[in-house]
């Protein structure tokens, strides 16, 4: 069976959160300021990004957002910086601290992932990292793209 771009992209959130809800299950650490582990490994799989563009990624609202970053900050996890060019948003990036803390929480959390993966054959397993790859570094050439336009504006 055949299915569409959003047939694919659905299944794939509908994966990542299935995963996700377990995780935190079956983990406390996890489970206690999910809220805090998701930004946290967003940010460190985004390096710096605008405050407006991390509450869409993680979909939440600004104010959310804002109460959430304002916990992680008062921990030493997240800086926030005035925009460069916006002056109405911030860039948001984790500190040392917070690195740091983003390595623990997804190492705590690849216990799941063990459980997730091992549903793939070897060969699936090789397959699926060269899918992830190529969705990533396409992802890495459209920000670079629209950075490279928005500088030229």
């Known amino acids: 069976m055949t299915m569409s771009d959003r047939e694919l992209v659905e299944l794939f959130h509908d994966v990542a959160r299935v995963s996700h809800q377990r995780e935190v299950r079956n983990n406390d650490t996890l489970a206690h300021g999910s809220g805090q582990s998701r930004c946290l490994l967003t940010l460190s799989g985004l390096g710096p990004v605008s405050q407006r563009r991390l ?42 601290e917070g690195k740091a803390e983003a390595m623990r929480r997804r ?10 993966l091992a549903a793939l054959t070897e060969s699936q397993r090789k397959q699926f990292g060269e899918i992830l790859a190529t969705i990533k570094r396409h992802y890495q050439e459209l920000d670079q793209s629209d950075a490279h336009r928005a500088g030229l504006r």
């Not at 970053?69 to 002056?87: F, I, Q």
């Not at 190492?107 to 997730?116: P, T």
């Open 107 to 116: 190492s705590v959390g690849n216990g799941a992932s063990g459980e997730l």
């Open 55 to 96: 509450a869409a990624i993680l979909d939440i609202r600004s104010a959310s957002l804002s109460e959430l970053l304002g916990k992680m900050e008062a921990r030493g996890w997240v800086s926030r910086t005035p925009h460069p060019e916006d002056g109405r948003t911030y860039m948001v990036a984790l500190t040392e």
